[in-house]
């Protein structure tokens, strides 16, 4: 099977490498930057291409992981592929390819992806939607020999796990920069503050959240939460920050 | 060396479980509810205990593992005891045994523990305050025997480390059941939000966490941020939290 990956930022690098290590051929990487597409094209052993329209139309797949808002204007581009195009993201709907393919669908890794960290990709959720039975099957095909975790996602449902996705994900990770600005603000190293976030995300894999929250707010412990509050008074957005999530921790029942 | 332990909560727990399994031997445990002294003494092989004036006041060490409110009205009640008390709180001056002991300190475990998870308590980051340096190296000496990772932290720092750990833990705990709430009722499974729940914790082991933020606010992609917000009208407080911490990341230079 043959594949052109549009594309070569974050999502697109790992999917390449991933397909690659899964026997897929990479047959052409585009990128609107030609030094990422032949970077990219170097570690997967395919072609980098410098226009669209010098695309393979025979490949069998095109993988389309680029910017959300480019998706539609580069679609257009894809008229004359012959074969199956899929994006990649968690918020642009399938129909997006209905006026210029037979054949379309999405195949959104659910995964925070960063270049230089490798990544097992048989863990990485991966969420497909077809436009018709034929091509869903192709999908399940390809994301079997890339993941042991496959879902079908409409695209509605996975606007809303993209959204989940944000606060599982960027919310939390801004919370450790938070946490992070506290610290080194204070001359304390960040490393201290590592083994606590790994076990958070550790304790969340067999427990739902509510039932495992801790600390002062969950408790009610208004001392606490004042000695903190006065501690905040100098960074007014943490400080805002902390009494909105605190009011809210209250205010859930486990 | 004997240990006497007051408290049975989290903390306590996993503490006397970590002490024993270290060859200190636990003598006693009070609880202010007499069962759950009972259950932890059976655990670790000590005598539970139904008033503190039954305290064996040879021991070597006190632990004071209860809630902060509590630990001065309990100090009140040590006065009689010879060895060396601490208390394992993140945001309890040490100076609250002052009037009641000479030798005294803090022993905080800066980890989130719940009573059925077990944890590797090597990991686990002890930050150590003593009144004067007998007690201090004490207290190395027992942290060493428990945990390959020990700080010396005075009282003001360790009340920000503290208020820093609220933010890496419960409040990141608090996005994961922000998540979990948003998949939950669009009758999607948590479950698929595990792996990016793991990475997410796991990329800020080896980097800073502006370094290493992703999704649409550090994009500044305003098309998905509108989508989000219109996916989060039906939920008011959590439209508010994504608003915030979105404007916030937006903000943050890296």
Not at 133 to 147: G, V
């Amino acid at each position: 099977m043959k594949v052109v990956v549009i594309g070569a930022g974050n999502v697109a690098t790992h999917l390449a490498k991933a397909m690659q290590q899964a026997d897929l051929q990479i047959d052409q990487i585009w990128s609107h930057q030609y030094k990422n597409s032949e970077q990219l094209a170097k570690e997967v052993n395919a072609k980098p291409i410098v226009e669209l329209s010098e695309i393979n139309k025979q490949a069998d797949l095109a993988v389309v992981s680029i910017k959300d808002d480019a998706i539609a204007e580069i679609a257009t581009q894809l008229r004359e592929f012959k074969g199956c195009i899929v994006h990649t993201s968690g918020s642009v709907n399938i129909n997006v390819f209905s006026q210029i393919a037979d054949n379309y669908g999405v195949l959104y890794p659910l995964q925070t992806f960063s270049k230089n960290k490798e990544i097992n990709f048989s863990n990485v959720p991966l969420c497909l939607e077809a436009n018709n039975q034929k091509t869903l099957q192709l999908l399940h095909h390809i994301a079997s020999l890339l993941s042991n975790s496959v879902f079908e996602i409409d695209s509605q449902k996975r606007t809303i796990l993209h959204l989940a996705a944000v606060f599982a994900c960027n919310f939390t990770n801004h919370m450790y920069a938070l946490a992070n600005q506290i610290v080194s603000k204070n001359d304390l190293p960040f490393d201290i503050l590592k083994p606590l976030i790994t076990e958070t995300a550790a304790k969340v894999q067999n427990a739902l959240p509510l039932q495992v929250q801790t600390g002062p707010a969950v408790r009610h412990d208004e001392t606490t939460l004042q000695k903190h509050e006065e501690l905040l008074k100098q960074m007014p957005q943490l400080l805002e920050i902390y009494k909105t999530l605190s009011e809210d921790i209250k205010n859930q029942i486990s």
